[in-house]
């Protein structure tokens, strides 16, 4: 499994904690990590499309640009995937992954850069990616 050099930033914890838990379960599922990007590629892509990303997902992908958390339990979506004004969802909504692999995405509302989690109309708010990096390393720890 590559792992991408972890960054110093506000993720820097939670990623090495999550990073831990990949080796550990390595035999038993899927963790993919791809290479981090750089603030030029996060500030170009920002300025091509006319979207801010919130911090707290600038700093994941300084780590992976794109991964795949246990198989299906979490997808988080590098640059070249994120889904801007997705047919069937609110104009103002950002898609940047996907949770548990049942339809459930995770997303940021353009407005006011916080993000939650859609389950066909049911909103959970996590306010910043740490909070759903927080989330994951509980759920793996009492896998």
């Known amino acids: 499994m590559y792992i991408p050099k972890i960054p110093d930033n506000q993720l820097s914890e939670k990623i090495k904690e999550l990073v831990e838990i990949a080796i550990d379960l390595e035999e038993e599922t899927c963790f993919e990590f791809s290479n981090s990007t750089t603030n030029d590629k996060i500030n170009e892509w920002q300025e091509k499309n006319k979207v801010i990303l919130p911090e707290s997902y600038k700093e994941w992908l300084l780590f992976s640009n794109g991964s795949i958390i246990d198989s299906t339990r979490a997808e988080f979506y590098g640059l070249d995937r994120i ?6 969802f609110p104009s103002d909504y950002v898609i940047i992954g996907s949770l548990v692999g049942d339809g ?7 407005n006011d850069l916080k ?26 720890n009492n896998y």
């Open 83 to 88: 889904k801007i004004y997705p047919q069937s």
């Open 115 to 140: 993000i939650f989690s859609d389950f066909h109309g049911k909103i959970k708010k996590y306010d910043n990616f740490d909070n759903v990096l927080m989330e994951l390393v509980n759920d793996l």
């Open 104 to 110: 459930e995405v995770l997303c940021f509302s353009k």
